[in-house]
């Protein structure tokens, strides 16, 4: 079992930035794929970021390409999603997630892909 408890997230306003955090706990929880998801209101929840086990392979969404960067420290066993340039359209509750070993090519945004989540974190934007 693998334990995810966001934070970092707040109300800031367009142009601004945040660091997103995600803290693991829990059976070799450094050995995991993350994930980055986020959901508006009133829409499904989409990708926005992966990062492999050991942070040499990431995928991001086009929408949040050039802006978000998600690393990790496995020493801390924390994921970051650092998020600048925000936008109205990024506000969102932001959800971590995370699966043991790697995510298949081209199945980093499916939320299939992933075994455990956390609770989410809400990002508000003002414009």
């Known amino acids: 079992q693998v334990q995810l408890v966001e934070s970092g997230g707040g109300l800031v306003q367009a142009g601004g930035s945040l660091r997103l955090s995600c803290s693991a706990s829990?059976?070799?929880?450094?050995?995991?794929?993350m994930g980055w998801f986020r959901q508006a209101p009133g829409k499904e929840r989409e990708f926005v970021a992966y990062?492999?086990?050991?942070?040499?392979?990431?995928v991001y969404a086009d929408s949040v390409k050039g802006r978000f960067t998600i690393s990790r420290d496995n020493a801390k066993t924390i994921v970051y999603l650092q998020s600048d340039s925000l936008n109205p359209e990024d506000t969102a509750v932001y959800y971590c997630a995370a699966r043991f070993g790697a995510v298949g090519a081209g199945t980093y945004g499916f939320e299939s892909s992933y075994q455990y989540w956390g609770q989410g974190t809400q990002v508000t934007v003002s414009s």
């Open positions: 990062i492999s086990p050991f942070g040499g392979n990431t």
């Open positions: 829990g059976r070799t929880s450094s050995s995991c794929s």
